[in-house]
């Protein structure tokens, strides 16, 4: 068949991925004459070239792996127009971009109905427990945030004293798990100190003060290196602090650590090694919060910050046991920290615990009036008082259905264990189904912002550099997304508005629903969507590592998600046993 008519495509219907202007940036599509000049130069930079012309047998080969077709003569047309685009294109890439600038187009999933919800309670954090410390050192270091509170406030213990702890444990155990990339010792003693200094005089800030905690290595930090994870970025240095490092400076906490991420937010292999689980050290964390979840369970830190595009908080707190919250898309501003995708990526607290959680969302959450992505300011109802019963509670109905070709790795026995738990507490829990629309296509929406937020990375070259260059690795994932169409990423997003409000009429009759965490596309779908979501450990299994379940709210609703999930964890307690060789 001639290659202006590809078998099995119709005439102008999309099937694939990638654009004919696009691939014509690609070293497959130069001809087989192609100059030696051209060949020694990177793919996209020798596509650039200015002795490179456009061709007809370009464009068609172009347009049959996107499933079109073109005449000759629509192609003689489209001649000029694509000379033009590539000279746009070179035009755009001769101006640097920074990672931290967003583009024009901003995604808020609350657009179609304008107004935040309004506040069904008002925040109130309750009084810290106060109690005795314990008499070891590591019973101290797992303690749950809100219990450390109390006994820094009533000065049973000094912010000092328990960095000094961290900072031992980070060292000890750091390398054991490859979970710290730079120790912030000097600013943490300095911290640590002055909050001392200010509970002594009475001035205490509120629950995070003093307190310890550990940044997921995307976050800037003014006078440490900010490696993104990646060998690349190993010297990079932002002389800025990020927003949530600022926001938690105000109450207080002191920063001890900045941890591991899979590289560029991938996974749990960085540029220093592989993240391990705290349960078993031969298993990786997960990723790509992966230092945060393992430093966190093994009590090398109080609490710390990860950041979810597509899982990254709920894959690695799944498997370590931590408690995590992946905040409402567009409630906690994420100026200096790394983007990888500007209308996916969120900021959120990995703890021990989820009241925990909320104690640290709350003071990171709100505008700042720099990251367009978080336009308004949206009550924030913690009650911990609050009775489940007060609350409409779901469960993600086809999750909970027998599956015959169940493993032995399944979740389910766990899961319908779950359920029975809320009921006995009280919940009437109301049958979800998710929206009838395959989230799968949209994620062309994440690999199409990410290449485009590495564009400079791809372009160099230096994309070589990085640890796992497989597949399903960043490099590869980088250079092929750069041939997804504009036109197929719009339908993708106006096809996401849709599952919005499809997601919010299915959570109508509910505040939050219950599911196993990597229910069939629901990650993807609540990724895209922006609803919140906690994750929790939910058991252990025979090999002692352990399981979780999440509990979903609506858009905003991150409050009724936690109050709900704070009573599960409650009535189970699978977050106070602790990994071995930490306690």
């Not at 685009?85 to 035009?91: H, L, S, T, V, Y």
């Not at 592989?274 to 990723?287: D, I, K, V």
């Not at 296509?441 to 230096?462: C, K, N, Q, W």
């Not at 640890?467 to 996401?496: C, G, I, K, M, T």
Request: proline share 9%.
């Amino acid at each position: 068949m001639p290659p202006d008519e590809p078998a099995g495509v119709d005439r102008r219907r999309f099937l694939g991925l990638v654009s004919a202007a696009g691939l014509l940036a690609s070293a497959d599509l130069l001809p087989a004459s192609a100059p030696a000049s051209a060949l020694g130069r990177t793919p996209l930079a020798r596509a650039l070239a200015d002795d490179e012309p456009i061709t007809k047998e370009m464009v068609t080969r172009a347009a049959a792996l996107i499933g079109l077709a073109f005449s000759d003569s629509e192609i003689e047309l489209m001649m000029e127009g694509l000379e033009e685009q590539r000279e746009a294109f070179a035009g755009l890439r001769a101006v640097p971009i920074p990672n931290s600038l967003p583009p024009a187009l901003v995604v808020d999933p609350l657009a179609p109905a304008r107004d935040a919800p309004a506040a069904a309670r008002p925040y109130r954090p309750g009084e810290p427990a106060a109690a005795d410390p314990p008499a070891d050192p590591a019973g101290l270091a797992l303690l749950p945030v809100h219990r450390l509170a109390g006994l820094l406030r009533e000065r049973r213990i000094t912010s000092t004293g328990l960095t000094e702890l961290y900072l031992d444990r980070l060292k000890r155990h750091g390398p054991r798990l490859e979970c710290v990339v730079t120790l912030t010792e000097e600013r943490a003693l300095e911290q640590a100190a002055r909050a001392d200094a200010e509970i002594a005089a009475g001035r205490w800030r509120g629950p995070l003060h003093g307190i310890p905690w550990g940044a997921k290595d995307l976050l800037a930090v003014a006078g440490y290196p900010t490696t993104w994870g990646a060998r690349p970025f190993v010297d990079q240095t932002i002389d800025e602090d990020a927003e949530v490092v600022r926001r938690l400076d105000a109450a207080g906490a002191v920063l001890v650590a900045k941890l591991t991420l899979g590289a560029l937010a991938w996974g749990d292999v960085w540029f220093g090694g592989m993240t391990r689980n705290p349960w078993n050290l031969e298993q990786g964390s997960s990723g790509s919060s992966a230092g945060s979840a393992a430093a966190t369970v093994a009590g090398l830190v109080g609490f710390a910050i990860g950041s979810e595009t597509l899982g990254s908080i709920v894959s690695p707190c799944t498997r370590t046991g931590a408690t995590g919250l992946r905040p409402t898309f567009g409630a906690v501003p994420r100026t200096g920290a790394m983007a990888l995708s500007w209308s996916m990526d969120k900021l959120g607290p990995i703890c021990r615990s989820v009241e925990d959680c909320a104690l640290v969302y709350a003071a990171i959450r709100g505008p700042d009036g720099v990251d367009p992505s978080v336009p308004r300011e949206v009550p924030f109802g913690w009650d911990p008082a609050v009775p489940l019963a007060d609350l409409r509670v779901g469960f993600l109905e086809s999750a909970f259905e027998p599956d015959e070709e169940e493993d032995e790795d399944s979740t389910r026995p766990f899961d319908v264990k779950a359920l029975e738990v809320l009921r006995g507490l009280g919940a009437e829990l109301l049958p979800v189904r998710l929206p009838g629309i395959d989230p799968g296509p949209m994620r062309i929406v994440l690999s199409a912002e990410a290449a485009a937020a590495f564009d400079e990375l791809t372009r160099s070259g230096r994309d070589d550099e990085m640890v796992r260059q497989v597949a399903d690795a960043w490099p590869n994932v980088f250079r092929h997304s750069r041939l997804v169409p504009a036109v197929e990423y719009l339908l993708a997003n106006r096809l996401r508005t849709r599952l919005v409000a499809e997601m919010e009429a299915a959570m109508a009759e509910v505040d939050v629903f219950v599911s196993p965490s990597f229910a069939g596309g629901l990650l993807l779908t609540t990724n895209l969507t922006g609803h919140p979501a906690v994750v929790l450990p939910n058991g252990f299994r025979q090999d002692g590592t352990p399981v979780s379940i999440t509990f979903t709210g609506r858009l905003h609703g991150d409050a009724e998600a936690l109050m709900a999930a704070r009573h599960y964890q409650a009535a189970t307690g699978f977050h106070h046993r602790r990994p071995p060789g930490f306690e």
